[in-house]
C-alpha cells in the first residue's frame, strides 16, 4: 500500500482483468436472462429430459428464434445444456430453477426481473447523490403501499420471499433448539415457508403467521398445503401498532432491514410490548462483515436502499437498535447465508 499522501502506481490492466469487469458490468443481462427464462418456465419445462427450441416454443407461446438466442445464451454460463440440434438440457445450476426443487430460486428469479422493481435500479444514482429513496422517487409512494395495491405483485413477491426463506430455513431449523417453545409468531411472515418449516420439525409447536391483510389473504393456500395448517394461525394486522401478545417467541425474518433505525425502533418496540418477560425473539437477517468481506450482504444493503428504503446492520449496530427497543441481543448464530440473531427483554 503507497504510504499515505502517496501518488499511488497503477499499472495497465490485463486482458483478463478487463474481461473480469466487463462480466461484472454487464450483470444486468444475465438476471434478465434468467428472469426471462424462469417466466416462460423452461426449467419445469425440461424436467423430464432435454428438448427442443421448438418443442419449448410452442408450449412456452414464445418466438422459437428469440427463444432459442435466449436458450443459448443461458447455456454458455452453464445454466443450460446446449445439445445437438438446438435441444436443451437442464444443468446442475439450472436445477435450481426448477420451482419444485429445494431451496429453488425460480421464486426470487421471476421476482427481480418485474418492471416496477426493475427500473428502479435506475434511480441509484439518485439515490446516491441526493439521500432520496429511489423507489418513492420512481413511483411516488413505498414499496409496501404500491404492492397492497396490486395483489398480483404481492403473491410474485411472497413466492419470491419463500425463495429465499427456502435457502434460510434448514440452517434456522437447525440452528435454534425450538423443542422448549410452545408458541411462535412470525412477524411479517409473508408467504409462510419458514414458520410451516419450524413447525414441521417441531410438533410439539404452535405458530401465528402475522403480516398485512392482503399478504396473510395470499398466505392461506401455501399453509392449507404445508401440511401443518392445523397448528399454525393466520392473523392479518399492522406490526407498527399491534401484534398477538404472550408468546414465548417472536421471530422477525427479513423484516428489520426493510426500515432505518426509527422505524426498525418501532417495531421492535412493539414486539416488545407483546412479549412477556421471559420471551424470546429471533431476528434471522445478515450481520455486515468488516472491510473488502462479504459482499453478498452489502449488495443487499443496497438493495434495501433501492427498494424498501432500509439497511443491513454491522454487529454493533444491531447491539445499538435492539438495546433502543428495550431488548438485549445474546448471541450471533450463523444460519446458511443468513444469521440468527438470539435477544431476550432487556
Known amino acids: 500500500m503507497p504510504e499515505s499522501g502517496a501518488v499511488p502506481e497503477h499499472v495497465t490492466p490485463s486482458v483478463e482483468t478487463i474481461a473480469t469487469v466487463r462480466r461484472l458490468v454487464n450483470g444486468y443481462q444475465v438476471s434478465q436472462a434468467i428472469h426471462v427464462l424462469v417466466r416462460l418456465e423452461i426449467p419445469d419445462r425440461l424436467t423430464e429430459g432435454p428438448r427442443s427450441a421448438s418443442d419449448l416454443a410452442i408450449e412456452a407461446g414464445a418466438h422459437e428464434p428469440s427463444l432459442y438466442r435466449l436458450l443459448r445464451a443461458v447455456a454458455a454460463i452453464g445454466v443450460l445444456e446446449e445439445l445437438p440440434e438446438h435441444r436443451f438440457a437442464l444443468t446442475e445450476l439450472g436445477e435450481a430453477l426448477r420451482s419444485d426443487a429445494v431451496g429453488s430460486v425460480a421464486g426470487w428469479a421471476a421476482f427481480i426481473g418485474r418492471p416496477y422493481d426493475w427500473n428502479v435500479w435506475a434511480r441509484l444514482f439518485d439515490g446516491v447523490t441526493t439521500g432520496e429513496h429511489p423507489f418513492r422517487l420512481e413511483h411516488g409512494m413505498g414499496v409496501w403501499e404500491y404492492r397492497q395495491q396490486r395483489p398480483a405483485e404481492v403473491a410474485i413477491f411472497n413466492r419470491a420471499m419463500n425463495s429465499v426463506t427456502g435457502a434460510i430455513s434448514p440452517g434456522v431449523v437447525a440452528g435454534y433448539d425450538f423443542s422448549k417453545t410452545a408458541e411462535v409468531v412470525d412477524v411479517g411472515g409473508g408467504g409462510g415457508l419458514l414458520v410451516t418449516e419450524i413447525l414441521k420439525a417441531n410438533p410439539g409447536l404452535r405458530g401465528i403467521l402475522f403480516d398485512l391483510p392482503g399478504t396473510i389473504a395470499d398466505a392461506h393456500a401455501f399453509v392449507n398445503s404445508s401440511g401443518v395448517s392445523d397448528r399454525c394461525e393466520l392473523v392479518g394486522g399492522d406490526f407498527f401498532k399491534a401484534v398477538p401478545s404472550g408468546a414465548d417467541m417472536y421471530m ?25 418477560p421471559d420471551s424470546v425473539l429471533l431476528v434471522i437477517e445478515p450481520v455486515i462483515a468488516g472491510p473488502n468481506e462479504g459482499p453478498w450482504p452489502k449488495f443487499a444493503d443496497l438493495n434495501m436502499m433501492v427498494t424498501a428504503g432500509g439497511r443491513e446492520r454491522t454487529r454493533e449496530e444491531w447491539d445499538q437498535l435492539f438495546g433502543s427497543a428495550g431488548w438485549r441481543l445474546d448471541e450471533v448464530r450463523p444460519a446458511g447465508m443468513s444469521s440468527i440473531l438470539v435477544a431476550r427483554p432487556a
Open 252 to 276: 422477525l425474518k427479513s423484516i428489520l432491514h426493510d426500515w432505518y433505525d426509527k422505524e426498525a425502533a418501532a417495531i421492535l418496540t412493539t414486539v416488545r410490548a407483546a412479549a412477556r
